[in-house]
DNA sequence: GGGTCACCAGTTTTT
DNA sequence: CTGGTGACCC
């Protein structure tokens, strides 16, 4: 249950509207999700069939919360139909049911990162590309944004003048063939393939058009052409599409997000309602009012200004620090002092940078002061290889085709497949056409294989079609993959491999982390298989992923570490926001490439929103970058900020300059703070 | 099959 | 300076 009475006039407008399109700008803090879960809620209250409603979001986090909250609101029972999920499981549910128009079978994989890259190596090694490694991401960089702007394979354009742009149109139709072949599609396909589908099946089309009757996004800001497409396919006919989203907060053009999906909402859903909502509940005034002018120096924006209720607050501190380690001694320094001053707890600090090389120096600091923190992002779980490994096993058993995977898996841990023997049994696998797991059912008919490796593909063969029986047991799931590990012998083959012991052990611990993964899937999930845990995982569902279990996140109180980027949605009391430095914030290449400086101005405004109480911005004045000393200049952003809301302070002078160097490093800065602010 | 060495590249990345 | 990779050699 709600109350109304709770909203402000403009949130209550958003709860209450019921039909046509709707456009709402909601400013950084001012309680987006719980306008878009207070409208789920009162959908219901109104009579509207759970069944009927649809959310959309970007993170499996943002999903789950939103989920939470409806159902806290309505209850449980209510909310039996509801679909609240990323565009990307949305597109998974849908593929699930219909994939086969597509020619693909349903127990179809999806290929991750990982999984790619190896195929585009193998791929560029066919072709005789050399050093592939280097290459092959940025292949699979320009693949997927071919497939963020909706080109297929045969409409990929080569070009004279850029080497990559050939070498992409070349690879490309091959890696849709091979993902075909292998019944795998990777994260991108999930979308462009439902669009497809309903583009090309207008039954389909009409069918979900009818069952999502009211439909919710959040984020829209950040929709790529593919989402967009989607969206206008899922809302023809009815135009029940509430969009909610901020233009200022619109940080993934470089995934393809396009601002101008929510700057022309309007003129593409005509009739539609737009509500601003502009009052913040997040931040003290002095951070608003720094936001707001930092931001309003972008063309390309539809106009509004953050407010707040609540007093000016602390003053916005700028520490201007001699170099990286210095930079990260003064946030600890200033974590000490807040937490005394401020009664706060670790978990109220976050530290922001714009890229994630970034973090190093400051988990250094804190590791020498013994300050707890969340390191988010950087290596995940299941980049891990001990836990590809596991993977690997659990994708072949669902699905053999999956040749990446199989390959991955074959001869490890080892079983006496050599790669000799493995080369041939590709090449007979290509010359005959015939799939790499039917070659090795068969093995005995391949002449250049000899006796002793063709029973150890045999035995191969034997235990993923054993386990594929057992893994069929959905009550058995848990103990079919211990049982798995364990006759797989992973542990001795981690303890043989890595000569440290420590770390062997931390690797075997990973592998049994997974089965509590395992245990946690099989805990919210009413039909569980080996199928669905797969596609978790897949989607990087965190709360699968193990690494976010409540229990650690609830106990641990510490200090988050992330970048710019993840930080969005999120707030602290205090944030650190280091790096403003030109060449990091904005980024050096946005500066000489891409030459968008507003996205990054864009981003300094996310990061900026994240504070409720207090802000500090650092920078360096000398920093090591690559071994070498360069010299850094304030951010321009640090420019666009009154005066009047900062607090300047300069950091400890070089320890081994003289003093006329120093006097000289000190003037100079205050000649730039000086410039830098027209004094 | 495993270990060492030289070479290269180094923005962000919700899924 | 780092981490990751491929080549090469035993």
């Known amino acids: 249950m709600f109350d109304l009475n709770t909203l402000n006039p403009q949130q209550r407008q958003a709860v209450t509207h019921k039909t046509g399109s709707l456009l709402l700008l909601a400013g950084a803090g001012s309680g987006k999700t719980r306008v878009i879960t207070c409208r789920i809620a009162h959908l219901r209250q109104q009579g509207v069939p759970a069944e009927q409603i649809l959310a959309v979001t970007f993170t499996n ?139 090309q099946h207008p039954d389909l089309q009409e069918h979900y058009c009818q069952r999502f009757q009211y439909q919710m996004v959040d984020e829209y800001q950040d929709t790529n052409l593919v989402q967009y497409r989607l969206l206008k396919l899922l809302a023809s006919g009815h135009g029940n599409l509430c969009v909610v989203g901020d233009d200022d907060q619109s940080i993934y053009a470089f995934r393809g997000a396009d601002v101008a999906h929510i700057l022309n909402f309007e003129h593409d859903f005509p009739g539609t309602k737009v509500i601003k909502l502009e009052q913040n509940y997040r931040s003290s005034g002095n951070i608003l009012t720094a936001a707001n002018a930092i931001i309003k120096n972008n063309q390309q924006r ?189 542990a001795e083959e981690i303890y043989r491999q890595e000569k440290d012991p420590q770390i062997a052990q931390r690797r075997v611990a990973n592998q049994e982390e997974l089965l509590n993964s395992l245990a946690t899937y099989l805990e919210r999930t009413p039909h569980p298989d080996l199928a669905g845990f797969l596609d978790r995982i897949s989607l990087f569902d965190d709360e699968i992923a193990g690494k976010n279990d409540k229990e650690s996140k609830l106990a641990l109180d510490a200090v988050t570490l992330m970048s710019l980027h993840s930080s969005k949605g999120l707030e602290f009391p205090v944030v650190f926001l280091v790096g403003m430095e030109e060449g990091f914030l904005p980024h050096k290449k946005s500066i000489y490439e891409t030459f968008d400086i507003d996205e990054e101005r864009r981003l300094c405004y996310v990061g900026i929103t994240r504070a409720q109480q207090q802000l500090f911005l650092l920078g360096t004045q000398q920093r090591r970058k690559y071994g070498k000393l360069e010299q850094r200049e304030p951010s321009r952003f640090l420019g666009e900020i009154p005066e009047k809301l900062l607090q300047k302070s300069v950091g400890e002078p070089p320890r081994k300059a003289t003093l006329e160097e120093e006097a000289a490093s000190a003037t100079s800065f205050f000649d730039n703070i000086g410039q830098m602010f027209g004094d």
Not at 80 to 100: N, P, Q, W
Not at 355 to 369: A, I
Not at 434 to 457: F, G, H, M, P, Y
């Open 61 to 199: 986090k943002a999903a789950r919360e939103m989920a939470e909250r409806v159902e806290e609101m309505v209850g449980r029972k209510e909310t039996k139909g509801m679909v609240i999920a990323t565009f990307h499981s949305l597109c998974l549910r849908i593929l699930k049911v219909h994939i086969d128009r597509l020619g693909f079978k349903k127990n179809f994989s999806i290929y991750a990162a990982a999984d790619q890259q190896r195929l585009i190596r193998d791929l560029l090694r066919d072709i005789g590309v050399k050093n592939s490694s280097s290459d092959a991401d940025q292949v699979l960089w320009r693949i997927s944004a071919a497939k963020n702007h909706f080109i297929a394979a045969d409409s990929y354009q080569s070009s004279d003048r850029d080497p990559l742009t050939t070498l992409v149109a070349t690879i490309y139709p091959r890696y849709q063939q091979a993902l075909k072949a292998y019944n795998a599609v990777d994260f991108d396909d999930l979308l462009m393939f439902t669009v497809q589908l309903l583009e």
């Open 302 to 490: 539809k106009e509004k200004a953050l407010w707040t209720e609540s007093g000016a607050g602390s003053k916005i501190e700028y520490l201007l620090c001699e170099d990286g380690e210095d930079e990260a001694r003064q946030v600890m320094e200033q974590i000490h002092a807040e937490k005394y001053r401020g009664k706060l707890a670790y978990g109220d600090f976050a530290i922001l940078y714009r890229t994630n090389s970034q973090s190093r120096s400051f988990e250094e600091q804190l590791r020498y002061e013994n300050i707890p923190y969340v390191l988010i992002g950087g290596q995940q779980f299941f980049d891990r290889k001990e836990i590809k490994d596991v993977i690997a096993y659990l994708k072949v058993i669902q699905n053999p085709a999956d040749e990446v995977n199989l390959l991955r898996i074959l001869n490890y841990p080892k079983r006496g497949i050599g790669t000799g023997s493995i080369d041939r049994i590709i090449r007979h696998s290509a010359d005959k056409k015939i799939s790499l797991w039917r070659v090795l059912q068969q093995v005995d008919q391949v002449a250049e294989v000899n006796d002793r490796t063709a029973i150890a593909c045999s035995h191969f063969v034997d235990l993923i079609q054993r386990y594929q029986k057992r893994f069929a047991q959905p009550l058995r799931l848990q103990e079919t993959l211990l049982e798995m590990l364990t006759e797989l012998k992973l």
